[in-house]
């Protein structure tokens, strides 16, 4: 369903009893909440959590900002690499305040938060900025955007900033199965019948390239977030993969450091997705945080 949020229109999938304990998932660059696998959000149902799920502004079936025209992503990262600012159409800190507007929209006061690649760069902003609205905080395979963190392998920069062949499904599905195989576990490897359907579905619902080129023009002009996480009050879990090729896994151990309380799942196999076999380890960990508070 749509909601008016920060004054934009968002789209929103919730799940679960009104009553029961609100958990925001906050999904990546480019993805949708659909990207939220159902298997972990009926966990996370029968847990005890009525789940929230938003598309992203630029992203899915939300309101985008194609009025700003296409970033050139080579340029950025240029002068990202030469440590000069990054100017974007919109931050990151724009993107939790859409996250705070779906909760005031729904009438929630507080919610239990967790956000994974680029939604736990927003889910930062929203923890820091806006402590009293957050219960506890899940940060998935995310980083602080420190300079010294080591960053992502070469073949995976190039994997980013390449595009499908074309805009057919088939070429698209093609680029980012190719991309996903990349980055995700290689200890639990993607059965290719069904990762095909779902990047099949994913990409019939939307697909909005030149949204997520502004999207990681945001990441980029965001910078290092590491003052501002001194800020954040809630219990914080740091989940993330030991053999993560995009972020690292020394971004994860700095964020806990970084986090006051902040506590720490390194998943030995993992890369820079949500595996099946893992998915109940994720639903505990969310589950236990939230009982911490």
Request: net charge positive; glycine share 10%.
């Amino acid at each position: 369903m749509k909601l008016a949020a920060n004054g934009l229109q968002l789209e929103v999938d919730i799940q679960g009893p009104p009553g029961a304990e609100p958990l925001l998932l906050v999904m990546g660059l480019g993805m949708q909440l659909t990207g939220w696998p159902e298997a972990l959000v009926a966990d996370l149902v029968a847990r005890g959590f009525c789940v929230i799920r938003l598309d992203n502004r630029d992203a899915g079936l939300s309101q985008g900002f194609d009025e700003a025209g296409v970033p050139s992503l080579w340029r950025a990262a240029m002068r990202h690499t030469l440590h000069l600012p990054v100017r974007a159409p919109y931050g990151l800190a724009d993107m939790a305040a859409d996250a705070l507007g779906v909760l005031d929209a729904l009438g929630v006061r507080s919610a239990h938060v967790c956000g994974a690649s680029m939604g736990g760069m927003i889910a930062q902003h929203l923890a820091a900025r806006h402590p009293q609205r957050v219960r506890s905080l899940t940060l998935m395979m995310t980083t602080s955007g420190a300079r010294h963190l080591p960053q992502p392998r070469p073949a995976v920069q190039l994997a980013l900033m390449a595009r499908p062949r074309s805009d057919a499904q088939a070429d698209v599905v093609a680029h980012l199965e190719k991309l996903l195989r990349l980055i995700g576990s290689p200890a639990y490897p993607a059965d290719p019948v069904l990762l095909r359907q779902r990047l099949q579905d994913t990409v019939q619902r939307a697909f909005r390239p030149q949204g997520t080129a502004r999207q990681l023009l945001a990441v980029a002009a965001d910078g290092d977030r590491s003052p501002l996480l001194g800020a954040i009050q809630a219990p914080t879990l740091v989940l993330h993969g030991l053999a993560d090729p995009l972020v690292p896994p020394a971004a994860g151990q700095h964020l806990q450091q970084l986090i006051r309380h902040a506590t720490l799942d390194l998943v030995p196999g993992m890369g820079h997705d949500l595996p099946n076999e893992l998915l109940p380890r994720m639903a505990q960990g969310i589950a236990a945080l939230a009982g911490r508070r």
